[in-house]
């Protein structure tokens, strides 16, 4: 009898909602440990190597996020398995070409332990570079979410300040946010989970009292932020 043969189960990854991964690391601006950065949230993205057209253009990119996102009280790394001196000659070019500097440390992983640990290395693309893979972690160390994209795809900048923006409203307000959600947008409110908490949010009394809520069923409710 022919069985097809499943495919392998990738071991140790990163999980959303669990301490993010670890490490110890050479940068750009001296070592870090994860632990440097307990108390303020981080961005950790990797790339896929120095002195390429597209990762150049992100460089750039995340250099023009770099003041929003420390007004969020967010640091940014970047990472790859290029060295050091690498890492140095490449930002100290795009400042040169293109007047960008680079203010944040980026990370020389050349044995591959800290993209190993966070899943950065994807073989079906390429042996040899990570991925483009974006990671946010909170201020206790935990990791709250994951973007990853193809070697070809560039990312999006203003998407990654929108993530932070809406974990850090969700953590605030206890609430979630619906898609496309930017800030001083409505969000949602949780969901009730009895039959008589869903029947009284479909109440009138409860839409009389609630000014400014947006009730389309018991199960999805927005409501404005105070500012």
């Given at each position: 009898m022919t069985t097809v043969e499943e495919a392998p189960v990738a071991r140790g990854l990163p999980r959303l909602g669990e301490p993010a991964p670890d490490f110890e690391a050479v940068t750009t601006q001296g070592t870090v440990r994860l632990s440097d950065f307990r108390g303020s949230w981080l961005v950790l993205?990797?790339?896929?190597?120095?002195?390429?057209?597209?990762?150049?253009?992100?460089?750039?990119?995340?250099a023009g996020i770099y003041q929003k996102l420390q007004e969020r009280h967010t640091e940014l790394l970047g990472l790859s398995v290029d060295s050091v001196y690498s890492h140095i000659a490449w930002v100290?070019?795009?400042?040169?070409?293109?007047?960008?500097?680079?203010?944040?440390?980026?990370?020389?992983?050349?044995?591959?332990?800290?993209a190993t640990a966070y899943g950065m290395l994807m073989p079906g693309e390429s042996k040899t570079e990570a991925s483009r893979c974006v990671f946010v972690i909170d201020p206790e160390g935990v990791l709250r979410a994951m973007i990853y994209y193809p070697l070809s795809t560039g990312r999006n900048m203003d998407e990654?300040?929108?993530?932070?923006?809406?974990?850090?409203?969700?953590?605030?307000?206890?609430?979630?946010?619906?898609?496309?959600?930017?800030?001083?947008?409505?969000?949602?409110?949780?969901t009730p989970n009895t039959v008589e908490l869903a029947e009284e949010r479909t109440?009138?009394?409860?839409?009389?009292?609630?000014?400014?809520?947006?009730?389309?069923?018991?199960?999805?409710?927005?409501k404005s932020l105070e500012v």
């Open positions: 993205f990797s790339h896929p190597a120095d002195f390429t057209p597209v990762c150049t253009t992100e460089f750039i990119g995340f100290r070019n795009i400042e040169d070409k293109t007047g960008t500097h680079i203010p944040f440390p980026v990370i020389a992983d050349l044995d591959k332990k800290v990654i300040v929108r993530l932070v923006d809406a974990l850090q409203v969700s953590d605030a307000n206890k609430v979630a946010t619906p898609a496309n959600w930017r800030p001083g947008d409505k969000v949602i409110i949780p109440s009138e009394d409860f839409i009389k009292k609630t000014e400014g809520y947006e009730s389309v069923d018991w199960y999805l409710t927005k």
